[in-house]
């Protein structure tokens, strides 16, 4: 089996590194039962993400997985037209109040993140049909921790 570094993996690596990306596990009270709070520092700038762990990719402790894990998260919050929409496409109680102000403060946090990507769009480095089957970038990240 090839151990070639894919494509996508090196440049999540490249963006770790130029943007001084830093990730950890968030002391941060759960504000929803499907997320896991994550610090994420970017450019010394940190925050609290709430990641879905859909797959269980936290428990393999893997900086880079987390890592997209994270921008995973921000793309998801890009993608929705506001907060209902999120809810409903993530499956969340729309009437979470904690995760509404979330949602608020990752929209805020967001405007300033988009600069860090090519035409102001989060990318997470590693496509969803890779990620949803296991395979290519992700299956990569998941077997070189």
């Known amino acids: 089996m090839s151990r070639n570094?894919?494509?996508?993996?090196?440049?999540?690596?490249?963006f770790i590194k130029a943007k001084r990306v830093q990730v950890s596990n968030s002391t941060a009270p759960v504000i929803a039962s499907q997320l896991s709070p994550q610090t994420?520092?970017?450019?010394?700038?940190?925050?609290?993400v709430h990641v879905i762990d859909e797959y269980e990719d936290l428990e393999i402790l893997s900086k880079d997985l987390t890592v997209v894990l994270i921008l995973r998260e921000f793309e998801g919050i890009e993608d929705s037209t506001d907060f209902?929409?999120?809810?409903?496409v993530e499956m969340f109680d729309?009437?979470?109040?904690?995760?509404?102000?979330?949602y608020?403060?990752?929209?805020?946090?967001?405007?300033?993140?988009?600069?860090?990507?090519?035409?102001?769009?989060v990318t997470s480095f590693v496509s969803d049909l890779d990620f949803q089957l296991n395979?290519?970038?992700?299956?990569?990240?998941?077997r070189n921790p």
């Open 40 to 48: 994420f520092t970017v450019m010394e700038k940190n925050c609290t």
């Open 135 to 142: 395979s290519g970038a992700a299956q990569y990240l998941r």
């Open 84 to 88: 209902l929409n999120w809810c409903i």
């Open 5 to 14: 570094i894919p494509v996508e993996v090196e440049n999540l690596h490249q």
């Open 94 to 102: 729309a009437s979470n109040d904690a995760l509404r102000s979330y």
């Open 104 to 121: 608020i403060d990752m929209t805020r946090f967001l405007d300033t993140f988009k600069d860090l990507f090519d035409n102001r769009k």
